[in-house]
């Protein structure tokens, strides 16, 4: 990301957005769940690492929301806001040969935290009326302050690095992201139905389906990549997703 004093602010508001929704989250918290909270890390891990290279951004998806809503809807808001930063880190996490970026770790930490926290937040409240909304309906809600937690922070970060337009710039995040979106809410319903019967060991069942989304969809966005012109490439931002 460019060191423009901008990008630092919006870096900063990110940071103190994170911890003042993760702590009011955790005031909240629910009793601990270590067997499940240990499996959702470790898979929320390595999953983190299996990324997908978004053509037209300088930056990558993984396929670890599944895991990460399995922690906000499965266990308290202090573990799953500590598997999302953690899955954060290891997905940001450079290679051998790369450099290391702090500013862009701590901004993808802090969105990370700060989604979770609210996600969290929506799954465990008690407005009126909750009690005739089915589960299917509350995980929606739950799903779409994830998605909006992540878009909407990135979409500032390139506008202000790059100066695009603010809306085309989500619209264009948000067009390639939200099936993917779709598809874990409804991978997190299915395991959770399963877990009902099998306990926490039915959260393994998704990694295998996980892995072949992400063949799916690097083979998908590597040929969408190959059409992009070059200038479309060069103005990329970068900012990780």
Same mark, same amino acid.
């Given at each position: 990301?460019?060191?423009?004093?901008? %990008?630092?602010?919006?870096?900063?508001?990110?940071?103190?957005? =994170?911890?003042?929704?993760?702590?009011?989250?955790?005031?909240?918290?629910?009793?601990?769940?270590?067997? @499940?909270?240990?499996?959702?890390?470790?898979?929320?891990?390595? %999953?983190?690492?299996?990324? /997908?290279?978004?053509?037209? *951004?300088?930056?990558?998806?993984?396929?670890?929301?599944?895991?990460?809503?399995?922690? /906000?809807?499965?266990?308290?808001?202090?573990?799953? *806001?500590? *598997?999302?930063? &953690?899955?954060?880190? /290891?997905?940001?996490?450079?290679?051998?040969?790369?450099?290391?970026?702090?500013?862009?770790?701590?901004?993808?930490?802090?969105?990370?935290?700060?989604? %979770?926290?609210? =996600?969290?937040?929506?799954?465990?409240?008690? !407005?009126?009326?909750? =009690?005739?909304?089915?589960?299917?309906? +509350?995980?929606?809600?739950?799903?779409?302050?994830?998605?909006?937690?992540?878009?909407?922070?990135?979409?500032?970060? &390139?506008?202000?690095?790059?100066?695009?337009?603010?809306?085309?710039? !989500?619209? #264009? &995040?948000?067009?390639?992201?939200?099936? @993917?979106? /779709?598809?874990?809410? #409804?991978? +997190?319903?299915?395991?959770?139905?399963?877990?009902?019967?099998? #306990? !926490?060991?039915? =959260?393994?069942? $998704?990694?295998?389906?996980?892995?072949?989304?992400?063949?799916?969809?690097?083979?998908?966005? #590597?040929?969408?990549?190959?059409?992009?012109? $070059?200038?479309?490439?060069?103005?990329? $931002?970068?900012?990780? *997703?």
């Amino acid at each position: 990301m460019k060191r423009t004093r901008q %990008t630092q602010m919006f870096i900063a508001l990110t940071v103190l957005a =994170a911890m003042a929704s993760s702590l009011y989250a955790s005031f909240a918290s629910h009793t601990l769940h270590a067997s @499940y909270g240990l499996t959702l890390l470790a898979l929320a891990a390595v %999953t983190s690492r299996l990324k /997908v290279k978004l053509p037209g *951004i300088d930056g990558n998806m993984s396929v670890n929301l599944p895991f990460l809503l399995m922690a /906000v809807v499965n266990l308290s808001a202090l573990e799953a *806001i500590v *598997i999302a930063c &953690i899955a954060a880190m /290891v997905q940001c996490w450079p290679k051998f040969d790369s450099k290391f970026k702090p500013q862009q770790m701590l901004f993808n930490v802090s969105m990370m935290a700060f989604a %979770t926290s609210v =996600a969290n937040l929506i799954w465990n409240a008690s !407005w009126p009326g909750k =009690a005739w909304l089915s589960e299917s309906v +509350t995980l929606a809600s739950a799903t779409a302050a994830f998605f909006l937690g992540q878009t909407a922070p990135v979409a500032g970060i &390139i506008k202000l690095a790059e100066g695009a337009a603010l809306r085309r710039v !989500w619209l #264009g &995040i948000a067009q390639l992201s939200f099936p @993917y979106f /779709v598809l874990s809410a #409804g991978m +997190t319903s299915m395991v959770n139905v399963t877990g009902r019967h099998l #306990g !926490w060991p039915a =959260a393994l069942l $998704a990694f295998p389906v996980m892995y072949g989304v992400y063949r799916s969809y690097g083979l998908y966005f #590597g040929k969408a990549g190959a059409g992009l012109s $070059a200038p479309a490439m060069s103005r990329a $931002a970068n900012a990780g *997703i």
